[in-house]
């Protein structure tokens, strides 16, 4: 490995499932704004759906979600009321218009119970035309998955569920505080796959704790054996000043750049070799797959989600922290559940900050969403005679290629794209907020 690789991969830049990104919101934008952008949505526009649960039975310690563990029942039932105020409200500005995808994530958004999962699919149901519905999706734990549970996710259409593994060495499962063995993650996907749910995703991490590249293959190929659709392969942000909980992981037993280089090939290597299509920076599915098509189509897409295939006019997020975009642009709830339960009981929306886009934003969010799905995009000559000092770098380290307006990422430079991207990013040049490594 090059020292030159090793510089790049120790970069600190964004993961870029937004533009602007994150630190660039402010309290400039509001509740008031957030519902002046859903009532100007086009009555015909579409929209998708994301709900956030910030509840766990308990909390991991290598978790980077706005979560937090609970085992009371009072407070999730206080937080469910609230999430269906929040559904009444947005119906009285957007209802009616046509829903093609729902997401719900956490946090463990299972832990609000069979009940009230059909409870809010109903509100939804009622308030929204579902009847676009292409993909309905859940993230689960799978120590969490029963019986009860997989057959009232089926009962509301939930046709998608991603299971969050990471890894399948005990070793690593004691260091990040989440053990279950493979026989837990296997009878979940049974259980789900038995009611119904057509299409199961797996999640897995390098960049773990203790964690070597013969665990990351030997998790890739265990895996494979449960005949997921698709994967997603995250490197482990360690971002303790901004997830206290994170405090919890010994620092000295996290790999370093050059063993998370090698964690994330082995990891690829394994899964392509075992049939699956590598998709963007981070993803795995069959060929047959909507999100292996689309990618081959230049459909793909990327949101907070991450890679999806949604098309959606618009996304609005439901619940704590969740994160809406308008074509005006984004706005993000209140973190702290309480703060957003406030706010619902005083009869308005949660939201407490956000960013209104330039037309450079735009123009720029296209590029950089395009270089992270496609791994080439078309540059004007403003923007490339602008950005020219940063990509310079990466093209003499032959992560990257320039001819003319054309940037495309090199084979050996896909695990750096986001580097690529930081160099479109003008906001990046001006902020001081502190990011996870490129790698």
Not at 77 to 102: D, N, Q, S, T
């Amino acid at each position: 490995m090059t020292s030159s690789a090793l510089f790049h991969a120790e970069r600190a830049v964004p993961r870029y499932t937004s533009y602007p990104t994150a630190p660039h919101f402010s309290a400039e934008i509001g509740a008031e704004q957030h519902a002046q952008w859903l009532a100007a949505l086009p009555s015909g526009a579409s929209l998708s759906l994301y709900l956030h649960v910030p509840f766990c039975s308990a909390l991991c310690f290598y978790c980077g979600c706005t979560t937090k563990a609970t085992r009371r029942a009072s407070p999730v039932a206080a937080y469910v009321a609230r999430l269906e105020r929040e559904i009444a409200l947005a119906a009285g500005a957007a209802g009616g218009r046509p829903v093609p995808h729902i997401a719900w994530g956490g946090g463990t958004p299972s832990l609000i119970g069979p009940e009230a999962l059909r409870r809010l699919f109903d509100r939804l149901a009622a308030a929204f035309d579902l009847e676009p519905l292409a993909e309905h999706a859940i993230e689960l734990d799978p120590r969490e998955t029963d019986a009860a549970l997989a057959d009232a996710l089926a009962a509301i259409g939930v046709d998608r569920v991603s299971f969050g593994v990471q890894d399948f060495s005990a070793h690593v499962q004691t260091a990040i505080g989440r053990v279950q063995p493979f026989g837990t993650v296997e009878r979940a996907v049974t259980l789900i796959r038995e009611a119904g749910v057509a299409a199961v995703n797996l999640d897995l991490m390098y960049g773990l704790p203790r964690q070597t590249a013969r665990d990351v293959r030997r998790t890739a190929h265990m895996a494979a054996q449960l005949r997921p659709d698709r994967l997603a392969l995250f490197g482990y942000a360690h971002v303790p000043w901004v997830r206290p909980n994170q405090r919890l992981i010994d620092q000295s037993a996290l790999p370093g750049a050059a063993e998370r280089l090698e964690q994330a090939e082995a990891a690829r290597e394994a899964l392509v070799a075992l049939g699956y299509v590598a998709i963007g920076l981070d993803h795995f599915a069959r060929a047959d797959d909507p999100m292996a098509v689309a990618a081959r189509e230049g459909r793909l897409r990327r949101n907070f989600q991450g890679y999806t295939v949604d098309q959606a006019d618009a996304l609005i997020g439901l619940g704590a922290s969740a994160i809406s975009r308008f074509p005006q642009g984004f706005t993000q709830n209140a973190a702290d559940s309480h703060a957003y339960i406030r706010a619902l009981d005083a009869g308005h929306f949660a939201t407490v900050r956000g960013v209104a886009f330039t037309r450079d934003d735009i123009r720029r969010g296209r590029l950089i969403e395009k270089l992270m799905c496609d791994f080439a995009v078309d540059l004007d000559e403003e923007i490339l005679s602008e950005a020219a000092p940063r990509l310079a770098p990466l093209a003499a380290d032959g992560l990257i290629r320039i001819e003319g307006g054309h940037v495309e990422v090199t084979p050996s430079g896909r695990p750096f794209v986001r580097l690529a991207a930081a160099a479109l990013d003008a906001r990046l040049q001006q902020g001081t907020a502190r990011h996870s490594v490129a790698v």
